[in-house]
Nanobody, 123 residues
Framework: QVQLVDSGGGLVQAGGSLRLSCAASRLTFSSYGMAWFRQAPGKEREFVAA????????YYADAVKGRFTISRDNAKNTMYLQMNSLKPEDTAVYYC????????????????WGQGTQVTVSS
């Protein structure tokens, strides 16, 4: 079945950087919009960023705009999230998600999800 494996999380100091990866298998990757969501303890899941299936369009939550960059490599069936200037409020479990021909911020529209990777930013 379809599998999304996200990785790259860890512990970093405020102002530091991390790069998350999401490797997809058993789907036609180039037909899927991809996104990152995150969920902090006691909070609702929130949209972080999305990229269209051909990679031409990217979308960001206001909280991460200018600091995070989403990208994808369709040849490698992999999506990335480069996170710079990290803040303690970025601490959360980050999930990648895939949706056929959709790349918006509505999590209910994404059919496939990764298992999550923990990002912790210390002050």
């Amino acid at each position: 079945q379809v599998q999304l494996v996200d990785s790259g999380g860890g512990l970093v100091q405020a102002g530091g950087s991390l790069r998350l990866s999401c490797a997809a298998s058993r789907l036609t990757f180039s037909s899927y919009g991809m996104a990152w969501f995150r969920q902090a303890p006691g909070k609702e899941r929130e949209f972080v960023a999305a990229v269209t299936w051909i990679g031409g369009g990217t979308y960001y939550a206001d909280a991460v705009k200018g600091r995070f960059t989403i990208s994808r490599d369709n040849a490698k069936n992999t999506m990335y999230l480069q996170m710079n200037s990290l803040k303690p409020e970025d601490t959360a479990v980050y999930y990648c998600a895939a949706s056929a021909y959709y790349s918006g911020n509505n999590g209910d529209r994404y059919r496939y999800w990764g298992q999550g990777t923990q990002v912790t930013v210390s002050s």
